[in-house]
Each structure stands twice: as structure tokens, then as C-alpha cells.
T-cell receptor, first 113, second 116 residues
């Protein structure tokens, strides 16, 4: 069966520090991969998605970037964190057809001080 | 463009009472619809999905939803609420953003509180 892993579960970082969040998927090949941010009371905001290695699409211009160095690895990064980057970050994967749901990781709670 | 509206950001029910969480969608093509549940500090878990076929869909934890095309609705119900159902619920519709990539458009979520 397929599983998705995200780490770390929680992270506290100072303003201006770099960021790297990692997501890996097991048990499937060539998944679509997604990064979301969930701010308190504001629902889910799609940040990036990828349909293949090295293919990244950005939904919202911001202080973050994403990379997909391997088929089942998706990384969210920042060179200098802002206070506004605080939130709950979720990674998800799906098969590449419209009738398949997205499956989510357990998330990373990021607090910027 | 597709959109999802969840009526009621907060719903409160008594334990044992009917749960009804409302979701309306707009879509220019036949939709694929999903309900997710999120417990505090956890990711989203798929409750159920509608793709084609039977319009009444049964999911996990005793939940079900009915696709009504004429009403553009996909409301989530459970006959008898349990304390463990307290969580946030998200309705979503699938949309094609080109090629093999399909994105989900989410509603803003409904927080369900279950009172003893």
C-alpha cells in the first residue's frame, strides 16, 4: 500500500533562517505531488505541484520554492523565512487521473519567531 | 472555473443526533467530489468520493454523501454523531489544470463540534 511521510512534525525557526521540509511517498511511482499551507481559519492554499521529476508549478508567488529531485521526493524550501511563513504545511500525492483523490501526510507545524 | 462553498463554518450537534454538513459546488464539467476530515494537528483523511455511478456514496466512520446534480450539492451526513466525529471537514472538487495534473479546489471547511 502507499504511504506518505513528512518531516519534521514541528519546527520553530527564527526570522531570516533557511527552511527545508521533506516529503516522500512509498508504494507508487510517478505520483503527482503537492505542497499546501494551512493558516489558522483560512483553509488550504495550494503552494506548488509537480507532475514529474524536476517539474514544478507555483500557484502563488511567495518566499518559498519547491524541488523534486527524485520521483517520490518533494522538498519545500526557503532561503530566508518571514513571519508570514508560519503555518501548517501539508504534502499530498495523487495518481495522475481526475477521479483519484489526493492523499495527505501528517503535516509540519512551522512557527517563525 | 470550479468552486466549492461549505455553508456554515461551525456546526454543533449533540451526541446521537444527525450530522449534516453542506457542500455546494460549481463546475463546468461533470465533477469528481470528495469529503475529507482533519483532526487537530493531523493531515487530511479521505472520507469518501464521488466519481461516477451511484449518487449515494458511503464512506468510512458511518458517513455518506449524496450527489445531486440538479442542486449542485454534495452534502455529508451521518445518522448518529459520536464524540469522536468532532473535527474539521472539507469538501473538494477535482479540476484539470492541464495534461495529467488534477488539482483539488477545497471549501473553507466546517468545524464540527459534538456535545455530550
Amino acid at each position: 500500500s502507499q504511504t506518505i511521510h513528512q518531516w519534521p512534525a514541528t519546527l520553530v525557526q527564527p526570522v531570516g533562517s533557511p527552511l527545508s521540509l521533506e516529503c516522500t511517498v512509498e508504494g507508487t511511482s510517478n505520483p503527482n505531488l503537492y505542497w499546501y499551507r494551512q493558516a489558522a481559519g483560512r483553509g488550504l492554499q495550494l503552494l506548488f505541484y509537480s507532475v514529474g521529476i524536476g517539474q514544478i508549478s507555483s500557484e502563488v508567488p511567495q518566499n518559498l520554492s519547491a524541488s523534486r529531485p527524485q520521483d517520490r521526493q518533494f522538498i519545500l524550501s526557503s532561503k530566508k523565512l518571514l513571519l508570514s511563513d508560519s503555518g501548517f504545511y501539508l504534502c499530498a500525492w495523487s495518481a495522475g487521473t481526475s477521479n483519484q483523490p489526493q492523499h495527505f501526510g501528517d503535516g509540519t507545524r512551522l512557527s517563525i519567531l | 472555473a470550479q468552486s466549492v462553498t461549505q455553508l456554515g463554518s461551525h456546526v454543533s450537534v449533540s451526541e446521537g443526533a444527525l450530522v449534516l454538513l453542506r457542500c455546494n459546488y460549481s463546475s463546468s464539467v461533470p465533477p469528481y467530489l470528495f469529503w475529507y476530515v482533519q483532526y487537530p494537528n493531523q493531515g487530511l483523511q479521505l472520507l469518501l468520493k464521488y466519481t461516477t455511478g451511484a449518487t449515494l456514496v458511503k464512506g468510512i466512520n458511518g458517513f455518506e454523501a449524496e450527489f445531486k446534480k440538479s442542486e449542485t450539492s454534495f452534502h455529508l451526513t451521518k445518522p448518529s454523531a459520536h464524540m469522536s466525529d468532532a473535527a474539521e471537514y472539507f469538501c473538494a472538487v477535482s479540476r484539470n489544470s492541464g495534461g495529467s495534473n488534477y488539482k483539488l479546489t477545497f471549501g473553507k471547511g466546517t468545524l464540527l463540534t459534538v456535545n455530550p
